[in-house]
């Protein structure tokens, strides 16, 4: 059984930080490519950033690049969302999610969490 979980998520305040959690189980998710999507109420899922399996490779969407940093942990199986100078257009439900290949498209991952919510507040 292969499970995400997030974590961390709750209510913050503009310029505030904030870090994500992402705890796999049931495999250690391998040569893997990890991701974090968001969704705002009305709004699509969009790509917020990925790291590859070596951690070597990140990329990010143009909207948080410069003050999000994902990373990720291979002992403790866990990705990470280091959230700075939050924003309240940063306001969504923030998924992590595995691909067997480094994309930016939501379709391209096998695997997802079930999602935490973050609330940035003015």
């Known amino acids: 059984q292969v499970q995400l979980v997030e974590s961390g998520g709750g209510l913050v305040q503009a310029g505030d930080s904030l870090r994500l959690s992402c705890a796999a189980s049931g495999r250690t998710f391998s040569g893997y490519t990890m991701g974090w999507f968001r969704q705002a109420p009305g709004k699509e899922r969009e790509f917020v950033a990925l790291?590859?399996?070596?951690?070597?490779?990140?990329a990010y969407a143009d909207s948080v690049k410069g003050r999000f940093t994902i990373s990720r942990d291979k002992v403790k199986n866990t990705l990470y969302l280091q959230m700075n100078s939050v924003k309240l257009e940063d306001t969504a439900v923030y998924y992590c999610a595995a691909a067997r290949a480094p994309s930016t498209r939501d379709r391209s991952y096998d695997y997802w969490g079930q999602g935490t919510q973050v609330t940035v507040s003015s």
């Open positions: 790291i590859t399996w070596s951690g070597g490779n990140t």
